[in-house]
């Protein structure tokens, strides 16, 4: 049976779910989903494609399902959004068919740079002639979208190589984000990654209030899922979708404005309790006395001193609380009597502004893997000059959902 013949078997649809952009506050993209039957009979996509197990088959079968879509997606009208569009690897490893799929993209009436052509990112290490095919339609004008970034073993590396304009976030990793707090701290940074290489992100699967809640607090660009629209033939419009999002967007604003006004109290209280220590220890307090105050709030970790070359001196002064299991658990990195703290921020800022207190941005703590910010202060004690410095917990205000 030729392959013409195969692929009339199968009746092809479209449906298309919207991508939608948090910040302009409309959909800015379509994702081609296939609907297809057979006899009256409904097909998943993979059985549709599993029909077709041969080369020629499959890739005849894809440019068929790709010229379907964008037929589909021209008769929609000319308002500027992106089609994005799923392709097999194997018809992006042969340069031969890609310029085909350029060609039906074209003939259908799309201009490249409206297509977005979506690549499983675990496909690009499995084929490397896939690169050809992807970097032809990129020369024709096409974008590249990397998809399901985040399952399995997902390389930063590879992403970077390929330069996409789209990296989306698969599903399991905003589920897990939802259930965890260093999964969702993660997906923050991972988008900010994303950011760094030049790529905007989509967060795939949003389907529950809590999973619109996480994506908007990640920082994403674009979100997709059942929450924001679910597949159609005519997708839903905006005036459906934007009033269900911008409800989230407010509750977190709310839920974001809270946080800040217990970050700035408890900030505050650090202040004065620092300046306090500080004071006491020009004047000549023995440290254990000076830092106490610091040490009696709830969200201070421990008090340290620098030299002027960023070497500790002495232990740190830690408010012991909690199980003391836990307090044991990093116990190697416990002594940081002599280490060498030259390159961090919160030295640097102090010692080039004496006498100003400096806060640093939110990190990882070598000494407990904690998250939390550094106050510091370059001070005069005995005539030499010394960084006072304290670790304080960030509060983790409105993030259990």
């Known amino acids: 049976m030729s392959v013409d013949a195969v692929i009339s078997q199968l009746q092809l649809g479209s449906h298309f779910q ?25 097909l998943s996509p993979p059985e549709a494609y599993e029909r077709h197990i041969r080369r020629q088959e499959r890739v005849a079968f894809d440019l068929s399902v790709c010229d379907v879509h964008c037929k589909q997606f021209v008769s929609f009208g000319a308002e500027p959004r992106w089609l994005f569009l799923n392709v097999d690897a194997m018809t992006l490893s042969d340069p031969v068919q890609a310029q085909k799929l350029g060609d039906l993209i074209i003939a259908s009436g799309l201009p490249p740079q ?142 974001e404005l809270l946080r800040r006004k217990l970050n700035r109290r408890q900030m505050e209280l650090s202040r004065q309790a620092f300046v306090q220590t500080a004071i006491a220890l020009m004047q000549g307090s023995e440290f254990q006395t000076a830092a106490t105050p610091m040490l009696q709030l709830p969200d201070v970790i421990r008090c340290f001193l620098l030299d002027q070359e960023g070497r500790q001196r002495g232990p740190n002064l830690n408010a012991r609380r909690g199980n003391m299991a836990d307090n044991l658990r990093f116990a190697p990195l416990e002594d940081t009597t002599g280490a060498v703290w030259s390159r961090r921020a919160y030295f640097q800022h102090a010692i080039d502004q004496p006498g100003v207190l400096y806060m640093s941005e939110p990190y990882l703590s070598m000494t407990d893997t904690r998250i939390c910010v550094t106050l510091s202060m370059a001070i005069e004690i005995d005539e030499e000059q010394h960084v006072l410095c304290s670790d304080v917990l960030i509060p983790d205000i409105g993030r259990n959902l």
């Open 114 to 255: 409206s297509v977005v052509l979506e690549v499983l990112e675990q496909a690009i290490e499995l084929d490397a002639r896939l690169l050809e095919g992807v970097a032809l339609l990129k020369d024709m004008g096409c974008l590249l979208a990397i998809d399901d970034f985040g399952v399995g073993h997902s390389n930063i590396d590879r992403v970077c190589g390929l330069e996409p304009d789209f990296v989306k976030f698969d599903r399991h990793l905003l589920r897990s984000a939802v259930t965890q707090q260093r999964t969702r701290t993660l997906l923050s940074r991972l988008v900010r990654l994303m950011h760094e290489i030049g790529a905007l992100v989509v967060v795939e699967g949003v389907e529950s209030e809590s999973d619109v809640v996480v994506a908007l607090d990640s920082g994403c660009d674009l979100v997709q899922g059942y929450y924001v629209a679910r597949p159609e033939a005519v997708p839903d419009n905006d005036t459906l979708i934007t009033p269900r999002l911008d409800a989230k967007w407010d509750e977190l604003m709310n839920r």
């Open 18 to 42: 919207p991508i939608y952009s948090l910040a302009h506050r409309r959909t800015v993209g379509l994702e081609a989903l296939l609907r297809a039957t057979q006899d009256g009979q409904p």
